[in-house]
């Protein structure tokens, strides 16, 4: 937690609260279905908070905007930045039900009014979001099939394009040669000095 007040340093203390409640939470949910790896979870608020909080440092999503996580899994990056950014709506969606049992549970727990949860595959979704966020459920260019057409036209207020922004790590050169639109790179190392994510990235795709 010492790590999420070094990197954003301006939360409330509504926001630190539901900070520090997350790694309780996933921890008791853990013990039951296997949301996170075993191996990660000593890492918690490095590898699934801040990691997920990478989004926040290459862009700050605007009040009122519309938020699609697609394949959120327990809830990442989804419920880390609904906490940063309570003003924001998130959709969080995945195929495994009893993963999105989870992110209701937490959410109600920490009392967050701007996420909704919905057990539906990417192409289910109805409706055109500002923003689709997720943390490398496939490759890049698998991705954006699924989820080019639900993206609003246009850019927002402050001219960042609407789009994509994916969290993915390790050499993408290949991956990017079947990656139509347009796109740009921000190394997560830019922003955080643990060695985690010297090689962990957002990308930001706009069609």
């Given at each position: 937690?010492?790590?999420?007040?070094?990197?954003?340093?301006?939360?409330?203390?509504?926001?630190?609260?539901?900070f520090l409640q997350l790694k309780t939470l996933y921890s008791d949910w853990n013990n039951?279905?296997?949301?996170?790896?075993?191996?990660?979870?000593?890492?918690?608020?490095?590898?699934?908070?801040?990691?997920?909080?990478?989004?926040?440092?290459?862009?700050?999503?605007?009040?009122?905007?519309?938020?699609?996580?697609?394949?959120?899994?327990?809830?990442?990056?989804?419920?880390?930045?609904?906490?940063?950014?309570?003003?924001?709506?998130?959709?969080?969606?995945?195929?495994?039900?009893?993963?999105?049992?989870?992110?209701?549970?937490?959410?109600?727990?920490?009392?967050?009014?701007?996420?909704?949860?919905?057990?539906?595959?990417?192409?289910?979704?109805?409706?055109?979001?500002?923003?689709?966020?997720?943390?490398?459920?496939?490759?890049?260019?698998?991705?954006?099939?699924?989820?080019?057409?639900?993206?609003?036209?246009?850019?927002?207020?402050?001219?960042?394009?609407?789009?994509?922004?994916?969290?993915?790590?390790?050499?993408l050169s290949e991956e990017f040669k079947g990656l139509t639109g347009k796109f740009k790179?921000?190394?997560?190392?830019?922003?955080?000095?643990?060695?985690?994510?010297?090689?962990?990235?957002?990308?930001?795709?706009v069609n």
């Open positions: 937690m010492e790590t999420i007040r070094h990197y954003f340093p301006d939360l409330t203390p509504q926001q630190e609260s539901q039951r279905i296997n949301v996170i790896s075993r191996k990660d979870f000593d890492n918690f608020y490095e590898r699934h908070v801040l990691h997920s909080l990478g989004i926040a440092k290459v862009y700050s999503f605007l009040p009122g905007m519309q938020i699609l996580d697609v394949g959120t899994g327990g809830g990442f990056p989804g419920i880390p930045l609904a906490i940063l950014f309570p003003e924001t709506q998130f959709l969080l969606v995945d195929s495994i039900g009893k993963k999105i049992t989870v992110v209701k549970d937490i959410a109600e727990k920490i009392g967050l009014q701007n996420v909704s949860a919905m057990h539906l595959r990417a192409e289910e979704v109805k409706g055109t979001f500002d923003f689709i966020i997720s943390r490398a459920v496939t490759a890049m260019p698998i991705f954006v099939g699924w989820v080019k057409h639900k993206i609003k036209k246009g850019t927002s207020k402050d001219g960042f394009s609407n789009g994509i922004l994916y969290l993915k790590g390790g050499d790179t921000y190394p997560l190392a830019s922003y955080f000095s643990e060695e985690f994510f010297e090689t962990k990235k957002v990308i930001h795709w």
